[in-house]
Each structure stands twice: as C-alpha cells, then as structure tokens.
C-alpha cells in the first residue's frame, strides 16, 4: 500500500462526494427511480444497455433506456421473457424507437442473446444472481466462462467490471467479494493514473489493461477502498479538466 497515493484518492473521493470535482451527474442516473423499481427490473434495466454500450455515449445511452422503459409500447425489452415471444421486427421498432439500439441487426442480436441466456436457464435476471450466490467470483466464472456467449459484449473484462460495479450501486445487488472487481483503465483512468504516480506516462503506453488494473489493486490494498470505488471520482476528476487541485 503507498499511503501517499492512498491519501490522496481519499482527498479525492471526499470531493467526489461534496461536488468539488465539477459536474457529476452518472450516466447511469437516467434511471425511472431506485425506489420505484422491484429487483428484477432494477437488474434487467442495468444489465441490457450496458451490453450495448461500446464506442458511443454512455449519456445518451442512458437517456434512450429511461425512454424506452417508461414508453408503454417499448418497455417490454426490459422483460426477458417477453422478449422471447416478441418478433424480430417487433424488438428491433421498439429499441430503435429511442435509439437505445443503434444497429438494426447486432445490437438486436445481443440484447435478444442475453436475455434467452437469462430466461432459458434461470429464468429472470433475480433468479440468476441469486443462483450466484451473490457472489462477484461466481458471477466472473458464469459470464466470463461457463456462459461466455450467452453474454456477448457483457462478458468482456472492462464492461464485465465496469457493469458488476453498476449493478452493486444501482442495481440493488449486494456482491460479496466486492473488492475483487477491478479498476476499468480507460482514458481518464489512465491519465489518473498518471497523475497520481500510479503509472508513469510509459507506463500508460506499454502496461497492458489488466496491468494497470493489478498496479491499482497492490496500491490499494489494506487501505480499506476497493479499487472501482475509486471510478467514479478518477472519472470525473479527468473528465472535468481536473479542475480540482490535490496540492
């Protein structure tokens, strides 16, 4: 554990929490209201999207879901069962309708693929977290692994974490072995990264994902923050042009 660079993402979570590093607002805040979603609606919400969120904007991602979901006509998507005796045309009208699916064909694919996944063996989004135990290693090995395809996208190493990472905070899930999920280095996190002596600017070019990720892990370690925690204020910390000074 570097206590130095512990301090200051402690510095930097308090301005996280208290509004010193500038706008924000989740992505995932476009939601219909925690309190007025049960469990499976609240994990089924958080889980489709998400395996559609490659190379585009998570806001507006979000702001298509929160449409489609409180849309009477379209809101069917978000029930997996329902999905399955919906026709093609009729899954590709409704997620097109808010541009919650971008591509006509794949993204229609995967939304379709995961949530046969869901329904064909647990039956609901609930039912299969609770299969796990709610535990974040069985979770890795059912997706990562055992059901690899029936997760595309999803079952990817960054938005695998990332989306465990949305499902504790947003999604009501109570992960055990929570502080396994690691770090997803992306721009900002590695420009963080950086900045905080974590990586060198070298090291941001050479070190693969996965190694930043463990770099992260090793630093953190008995300090008592598990290391996605630390996503949101590294975020917004280099997304807002780190207007907030660690001195």
Not at 83 to 95: D, P, Y
Not at 145 to 156: A, E, I, N, Q, V
Not at 212 to 220: G, H, M, N, P, T
């Given at each position: 554990m570097d206590t130095n660079i512990v301090q200051k993402c402690k510095l930097l979570m308090g301005a996280y929490k208290s509004g010193k590093l500038g706008q924000t607002v989740m992505p995932e805040d476009s939601n219909p209201g925690l309190k007025l979603m049960d469990k499976e609606n609240?994990?089924?919400?958080?889980?489709?999207?998400?395996?559609l969120n490659y190379q585009r904007n998570s806001y507006k991602l979000w702001e298509s879901a929160l449409k489609t979901i409180t849309t009477t006509?379209?809101?069917?998507?978000?029930?997996?069962?329902?999905?399955?005796?919906?026709?093609?045309?009729?899954?590709?009208?409704?997620?097109?309708?808010?541009?919650?699916?971008?591509?006509?064909?794949?993204?229609?694919?995967?939304w379709r693929t995961i949530a046969?996944?869901?329904?064909?063996?647990?039956?609901?989004?609930?039912?299969?977290?609770?299969?796990?135990?709610g535990d974040f290693l069985k979770l890795k090995k059912s997706v990562q692994?055992?059901?690899?395809?029936?997760?595309?996208?999803?079952?990817?190493p960054k938005i695998f974490n990332y989306w465990s990472f949305i499902l504790s905070t947003?999604?009501?899930?109570?992960?055990?072995?929570?502080?396994?999920?690691?770090?997803?280095?992306?721009?900002?996190?590695?420009?963080?990264?950086?900045?905080?002596?974590?990586i060198t600017e070298k090291e941001a070019k050479t070190l693969s994902k996965d190694q930043?990720?463990?770099?992260?892990?090793?630093?953190?370690?008995?300090?008592?923050?598990?290391?996605?925690?630390?996503?949101?204020?590294?975020?917004?910390?280099?997304?807002n042009g780190f207007i907030y000074n660690l001195g």
């Open positions: 609240r994990i089924a919400y958080f889980t489709l999207p998400m395996a006509e379209t809101k069917f998507v978000f029930d997996v069962s329902e999905v399955l005796t919906r026709s093609e045309k009729e899954m590709r009208e409704a997620l097109l309708k808010y541009k919650l699916a971008l591509q006509p064909n794949k993204h229609i694919n995967t046969k996944t869901i329904n064909e063996n647990w039956g609901s989004f609930e039912k299969f977290i609770d299969s796990m135990d692994h055992d059901y690899k395809k029936g997760f595309p996208y999803l079952s990817g947003y999604g009501g899930v109570k992960l055990k072995n929570r502080d396994q999920i690691e770090i997803a280095p992306d721009t900002h996190i590695t420009q963080c990264s950086v900045r905080l002596g974590v930043i990720s463990e770099r992260w892990r090793k630093i953190l370690k008995g300090s008592g923050i598990d290391p996605i925690d630390m996503h949101p204020p590294l975020w917004f910390w280099s997304r």
